[in-house]
């Protein structure tokens, strides 16, 4: 009420300028002019209404002044006063005009008058600025420079004039200013400035108070707040969580172990920090062998890793993030060794045949071991077998050489195989072995050895000429022709001379032959001495004694030497007392055998006596003794015919007839000496005739076997055996081969002959021994006794009973004979 009290008086003067202005355009036009500040309280006077129309206040009530208007004034009808009636304001009634004036009519009546009224409204500041919006939300990339201006909604005031919206503040922050800016319409807008960049990874968003206010007194200010999202830029390149990763890796890890990730961080956001992960400049080998997952960063293996191809690989991993940075970090990869690799044995060189009496030291072989594992891992040693004449020597590092540490014989071992093993020193360690195979050759150490230390060998007497009577051997456990033994006879107790007609040995097979029949009478023993010898340079050679020991047959008779023949080869008689008593010895029967042993036992038999009974004979002493007296009707001549028999089987025989007589003196039987024993016995001439049809029969019927044989053998298919056959019965086969049945050598190359084809022709010629057929001149002094004697030959007596050739001499021939 004050301030509008206050503005009437400079209203005074414009109200008159009014009223003087209606008085000249008439009384129509009359105006009239008020001013009042908006907003006036109901009631409050805006002017003396009656007093600028010059009316009184008596009249007031008959003039019925009224306003046309009801709505903002009304007429006070006491005082005239215009006063205010309802709200007003400007900015309602106006809007944004500058100048805002209500005009309305008063009408009187009594006269009818209209007088025309402008009321002025003034502003008075009663709007404060105001953001329509509730707060206004900005995104800034934090890339924006400083600088870069936003424009921003203006606020609005209702106010006009000085009360209007004048400037736009900000709180106080370090990256935005703000300024007013006026548009052409006039209106004032906030720009807001970036003064400082932004760092979104500082800080993402900011909150600023924007105050508009305007230019009231005092002024009035609206407020809204700005919310600026900080936009991201890709302004951070990633970053590594450390430069070098170090990592230590066992070889031989399964494929896909996980090795180590590798970490990098970018401080922007969204696809500015989607990091990928590669390997960069690593060979390509090497990438291959690790696998890096592009995401995570998850390095694995993707193959084997061997430490002996690299101990350590160096890897550079990139990271890049969604826009163009990039960083790098080194990854180094130590592997770790593990004793995964066998030593290894090289055979450098070896020498396969070793001379077995190579020197100790000697070197066999060279060879090399290698673990290509490290530190212990790697550590070889090597070792052979131990029960071998080998070992080993290291040479320089992992050389190792092969000498001979012991002696060397072939003989007890030709080959070695030499097992080298090579073993490291990782736990669990591992090991490896080569063999080689070594050959030891020969040399000519050894002897030939005799199976025996001296042989000694019973050859039967007439042996077969030419047959095998020994075999010695000896052998040599060298090898080829170090170990070719042959045998030699070298020295003997024989006379030079005569070796080569005993004996001979082959040389290939030790076998020693008779050369001929040996005689046990003549030649007991001897001894040789043979040698052995191998084919080596030089050649060993060892000896051996043989003894031949030349046995007994019984191919001697005995020998009757008392009572001996006379020299025209009558019997000599001895005398017996008459009045002999029993057991009276009367002679004794006296002879030798050649022979020795049971071959030369002799026993006597009395085989024929003119009178049984009268004499006995000593079975072993050949000591004829009377066995009884003499009787009268005895003979004073008794024959005695004595057999003397040896031991062998068979039994050779001679005979001796004793003539005794019984006389008291010599001369008594002087007459009878020259008596011959009676030819002509009857019944002995009927023994002689049988025999000799007995033989004649035989022969015979041996001719008949003959022939049968030779036909049968001319057919056959055996050419060997007819010749066999032919060469030796026939007298027309070898140059001067007739069969002289004397000489005996005969009969045994017809066995030998036969032997040989004895399987085929089951026919043996000894069936056909000559020999035992008496030569046919024979003459036989007493046929009965079984003996014949060679009237040729007078020293060969046949004895029928054994079909062998005996001796039997005359004690002028007995050694003649040789
Ligand atoms: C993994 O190894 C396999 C076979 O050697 C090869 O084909 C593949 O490319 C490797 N992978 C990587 C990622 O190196
Ligand atoms: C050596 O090895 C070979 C082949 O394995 C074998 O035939 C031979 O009998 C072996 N020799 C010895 C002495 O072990
Ligand atoms: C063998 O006997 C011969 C002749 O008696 C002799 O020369 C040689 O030295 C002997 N050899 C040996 C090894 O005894």
Redesign the pocket.
């Known amino acids: 009420m004050q301030r509008s009290s206050r503005k009437a008086e400079p209203m005074k003067i414009q109200v008159l300028f009014l009223f003087l202005l209606s008085l000249l355009s008439g009384a129509i036009s009359q105006q009239i002019q008020y001013a009042i500040p908006e907003e006036l309280a109901r009631g409050l006077r805006v002017g003396n209404l009656a007093k600028d129309l010059k009316l009184s206040v008596q009249e007031l009530s008959a003039r019925k002044l009224r306003v046309s208007s009801e709505n903002f004034f009304s007429v006070s009808a006491e005082s005239g006063d215009l006063l205010v009636n309802g709200r007003i304001d400007r900015e309602e009634v106006c809007g944004r005009k500058s100048e805002c004036a209500l005009e309305f009519e008063m009408v009187a009546e009594n006269p009818m008058n209209v007088f025309h009224v402008i009321v002025a409204i003034q502003d008075i500041n009663d709007n404060a600025p105001r953001f329509t919006a509730k707060g206004i939300d900005l995104e800034i990339c934090e890339s924006a420079l400083p600088g870069v201006k936003f424009p921003l909604d203006s606020a609005q005031d209702a106010d006009v004039e000085s009360n209007s919206l004048k400037i736009y503040t900000i709180n106080s922050n370090e990256h935005f200013s703000v300024t007013t800016k006026e548009s052409p319409d006039g209106s004032k807008y906030p720009e807001l400035l970036l003064e400082k960049p932004l760092d979104r990874e500082q800080q993402s968003s900011h909150q600023l108070i924007l105050t508009a206010m305007d230019g009231g007194d005092p002024p009035l200010s609206g407020t809204t707040q700005i919310r600026i999202q900080v936009t991201d830029a890709n302004d951070n390149a990633p970053v590594f969580s450390q430069e070098t990763y170090r990592v230590s890796l066992q070889e031989n890890v399964p494929l896909g172990t996980s090795v180590l990730q590798v970490m990098a961080t970018d401080q922007d956001e969204g696809v500015n920090a989607e990091i990928t992960y590669a390997f960069l400049s690593a060979p390509t080998s090497t990438s291959l062998l690790f696998n890096l997952n592009p995401n995570t960063g998850d390095i694995t293996t993707n193959g084997t890793l061997d430490f002996e191809k690299t101990s350590r690989y160096m890897l550079v991993v990139e990271a890049k993030d969604g826009g163009v940075h990039t960083a790098h970090c080194n990854v180094q990869i130590e592997i770790v060794d593990e004793n995964d690799n066998a030593p290894e044995v090289t055979l450098m060189s070896y020498s396969n045949q070793i001379p077995e009496d190579s020197d100790l030291g000697t070197v066999i072989a060279l060879f090399k071991v290698r673990d290509r594992d490290s530190g212990q891992n790697g550590l070889v040693t090597c070792y052979i077998q131990e029960d071998i004449p080998f070992k080993l020597e290291s040479t320089s590092k992992n050389y190792y050489k092969l000498v001979i540490d012991s002696a060397l014989d072939r003989e007890q ?5 030499v097992t080298i093993t090579a073993t490291d020193k990782g736990k669990p360690s591992l090991f490896s072995s080569t ?1 080689v ?1 070594l050959h030891i050759s020969d040399i000519n150490d050894n002897a030939p050895v005799f199976h025996q230390a001296s042989y000694v060998i019973h050859v039967a007497e007439n042996n077969p000429p030419g047959a095998s009577i020994a075999q010695v051997s000896a052998s040599d456990p060298d090898l080829g022709p170090n170990g070719r033994v042959s045998y030699s006879i070298v020295n003997s107790d024989l006379e030079p001379r005569a070796l080569a007609s005993y004996v001979s040995v082959s040389a290939q097979s030790g076998v020693v032959f008779a050369q001929r029949a040996f005689d046990h009478e003549q030649l007991r023993a001897f001894e040789l001495t043979l040698q052995a010898r191998d084919q080596g340079s030089p050649a060993l050679s060892a000896n051996v004694s043989l003894r031949v020991l030349v046995g007994d047959r019984n191919d001697n008779a005995p020998r009757v030497l008392y009572p001996a023949l006379g020299p025209d080869g009558s019997a000599l008689f001895d005398t017996v007392p008459r009045a002999a008593q029993p057991g009276y010895l009367v002679t004794k029967v006296v002879a030798v055998d050649a022979d020795s042993g049971h071959n030369a036992w002799l026993s006597y038999h009395v085989l024929q006596a003119s009178e049984p009974g009268l004499f006995s004979l000593g079975l072993r002493t050949g000591e004829v003794r009377t066995a009884r007296a003499l009787g009268d009707r005895d003979a004073a001549r008794q024959r005695l015919l004595v057999a003397v028999r040896d031991g062998g089987q068979p039994p050779l025989s001679a005979t001796a007839t004793l003539l005794l007589v019984f006389a008291d003196s010599l001369q008594e039987v002087l007459p009878d000496v020259s008596d011959r024993p009676a030819p002509s016995d009857p019944q002995a001439e009927l023994q002689f005739y049988l025999v000799v049809a007995l033989a004649l029969v035989s022969v015979l019927f041996l001719l008949a076997v003959i022939l049968a044989l030779a036909l049968r053998l001319r057919r056959s298919s055996h050419p060997a055996a007819w010749t066999c056959f032919l060469r030796d019965l026939s007298s027309k086969s070898g140059p001067g081969v007739l069969p002289s049945y004397s000489e005996g050598t005969l009969p045994y190359s017809y066995n030998m002959c036969v032997a040989s084809r004895l399987a085929k022709t089951e026919f043996t010629f000894s069936n056909l021994k000559p020999e035992m057929a008496p030569p046919q001149d024979l003459l036989c002094d007493n046929p009965s006794m079984d003996v014949c004697v060679s009237n040729e030959d007078p020293q060969i007596v046949y004895d029928s009973s054994f079909a062998s050739h005996v001796s039997f001499c005359k004690p002028a021939f007995i050694f003649s004979r040789a």
């Not at 071992?413 to 195989?417: I, K, R």
Request: without cysteine; charged residues 15%; proline residues 0%.
């Open positions: 071992m030709a080959e070695y195989n063999s195979t």
